[in-house]
C-alpha cells in the first residue's frame, strides 16, 4: 500500500486498514463516535476500535418493528439507521444551563461552562448530513445562536457512509437527501464486499480530511473498484422501503387543516412522542428550575420536549392543541410544510426512524398518501 500525497478522489482502503483512521481521528484528539450494538439496537457511541462497530450485523425495520439480524458478511456499516441521531452530542437531550447559590447578598449565579468538544463522527449518512444542515440553519444562522451547539458543532469531523443497504422505511430518494453523501462531509466512504474482497472506496472532501487520509495506508482507486462503489449506491436507491410523493407537498397540507385522516390517525396515535426523539431534525426542548430542600441552592435545566405533550403548548388558561388530532397535525404539517416556509428547507430527511420507532406503526408517508388521494377523488 502506498500513502500518495496528491490524489484523493477513489480511494481504495481495505478494510484491513480501517482501524488506522480511528486511530488517526483518536490521535488529533477527537472523541471517535459511531454506530455501536447495545440493548438490542444499533446506536451511536464512542468507538475505540474497529471491534466496536456492528460488524457482520444488520437490522429489518418496518412500522413499528425493529430487530437485529445476523448478516452473511462482515460489514462494518451493513445497517441503515437506529433509533439515535447525531443531534444527541450536538443538542445534548439533558443540559444544565447555570446554577446558583445563596450567599450573604443574595444569590450568585453560576453559569454553565460548556467543555470544550471535539467529536470525530463516523458512519454518518447521507440523511443524517441533511438533518445536520437544517439543525445548523435553526442554532447557526439568524440572530439567535446557541451557544452550545455551535461549540460542540464547531470542530466536528464528519465520516459520511454512502449507503450499502435500505431500510425498510427509508424513503431518502423522495426527499432528494441520498443515499449519497454529497455535501457536509470531511471524508466520504462507501463499503464493497466482494467474494474475495473487502474494501473502501473514499474521497476527501476537506483539507483536514485529506490531512486524516494521509494517516491511512491507500492507494488510487481503480475504475472498476468505482463503478463498483457507485453500483452500490445505486442498488440501494432502488431498495427504498417507503415512497413520499413531495409535489407541492405544503400547498397539500395547508388545503387540508381539517381533513378528516387527522382524526383517523388521533384513534391510533399515543402521544408518546418517540417520533420527535428519534427525528434527527426535531428540536423542541422545555426549561425546568429545581432547587434544594435549603432552598440555598437551585440548577436551570434545558430538556428535549415534544410537541405531542399536552403541556408544550400550555399558556396561562391551558393548552393550545389540547387534541390529539391537533398534535399530530401540527407535527407533520410542521415538518413537511411550515419548516419549508421558515427555514426554507423540509424539516424531513427520510431516514424513517419516526415510522420505525411509532409503536402503533403510524406512517407520514402514508398519512400523505391518504390526504393526497382523497384530493384526487373528490377532482374525480
Same mark, same amino acid.
Request: some cysteine; proline content about 3%; aromatic content about 8%.
Given at each position: 500500500?502506498? !500513502?500518495? +500525497? ?15 483512521? *480511528?486511530?488517526?481521528?483518536?490521535? !488529533?484528539?477527537? %472523541? ?30 418496518d412500522g413499528g418493528k425493529y430487530r437485529l439480524k445476523k448478516r452473511a458478511d462482515a460489514a462494518l456499516f451493513g445497517y441503515a439507521v437506529g433509533p439515535h441521531s447525531w443531534k444527541k452530542f450536538l443538542q445534548p437531550p439533558v443540559l444544565r444551563l447555570w446554577r446558583a447559590k445563596r450567599d450573604v447578598d443574595g444569590f450568585q449565579v453560576i453559569p454553565e461552562e460548556e467543555p470544550a468538544a471535539k467529536f470525530a463522527f463516523i458512519g ?33 469531523? *464528519?465520516?459520511?457512509?454512502? =449507503? ?7 424513503? =431518502? ?6 443515499? !449519497? ?43 472498476? @473498484? ?17 415512497? &413520499? ?6 400547498? &397539500?397540507?395547508?388545503?387540508?387543516? @381539517?381533513?378528516?385522516? $387527522? ?35 437551585? @440548577? %436551570?435545566?434545558? !430538556? $428535549? ?33 411550515? $419548516? ?11 431516514? +424513517?426512524?419516526?415510522?420505525? $420507532? ?14 393526497? @388521494? ?7
Open positions: 500500500m502506498t !500513502k500518495p +500525497g496528491s490524489q484523493h478522489q477513489g480511494v481504495f482502503i481495505e478494510r484491513r486498514h480501517f482501524q488506522q483512521l *480511528i486511530e488517526a481521528l483518536a490521535l !488529533k484528539g477527537y %472523541r471517535v463516535v459511531g454506530p455501536v450494538l447495545r440493548d438490542g439496537a444499533i446506536i451511536y457511541d464512542d468507538v475505540k476500535t474497529v471491534d466496536d462497530l456492528p460488524i457482520g450485523w444488520t437490522d429489518e425495520q454518518v449518512r447521507s440523511c443524517e448530513l441533511h438533518a445536520i444542515a437544517v439543525q445548523d440553519k435553526v442554532f447557526l444562522e439568524g440572530q439567535l445562536v446557541d451557544p452550545t451547539y455551535q461549540t460542540r458543532r464547531r470542530d466536528v469531523f *464528519i465520516v459520511a457512509l454512502n =449507503c450499502g443497504q435500505a431500510g425498510g422505511t427509508c424513503f =431518502c430518494v423522495s426527499m432528494k437527501t441520498g443515499p !449519497k453523501a454529497t455535501f457536509g462531509f470531511d471524508l466520504s466512504l462507501t463499503e464493497v464486499i466482494e467474494e474475495d474482497r473487502h474494501y473502501f472506496v473514499a474521497e476527501a472532501g476537506t483539507e483536514r480530511g485529506k490531512e486524516i487520509l494521509q494517516e491511512v495506508s491507500h492507494r488510487v482507486a481503480g475504475q472498476e @473498484e468505482i463503478d463498483q462503489a457507485e453500483r452500490v449506491v445505486e442498488n440501494t436507491a432502488a431498495q427504498m422501503g417507503r415512497y &413520499l410523493d413531495t409535489s407541492d407537498i405544503k400547498g &397539500l397540507l395547508y388545503r387540508n387543516y @381539517e381533513h378528516p385522516r $387527522w382524526d383517523d390517525v388521533a384513534r391510533r396515535c399515543l402521544t408518546c412522542a418517540n417520533c420527535t426523539m428519534v427525528c434527527p431534525t426535531c428540536f423542541c426542548t422545555t426549561v425546568e428550575d429545581t432547587t434544594d430542600l435549603t432552598g440555598d441552592h437551585t @440548577e %436551570r435545566w434545558r !430538556k $428535549w420536549d415534544s410537541c405531542f405533550n399536552l403541556d408544550f403548548s400550555y399558556i396561562h388558561g391551558g393548552s393550545v392543541r389540547s387534541t390529539v388530532q391537533s398534535r399530530y397535525r401540527q407535527w407533520m404539517t410542521h415538518k413537511l410544510a411550515t $419548516w419549508i416556509d421558515q427555514f426554507g428547507t423540509s424539516g424531513c430527511v427520510g431516514c +424513517g426512524r419516526c415510522i420505525t $420507532w411509532c409503536p402503533v406503526g403510524i406512517d407520514i408517508t402514508e398519512e400523505a398518501r391518504a390526504i393526497r @388521494e382523497s384530493e384526487v377523488n373528490e377532482g374525480e
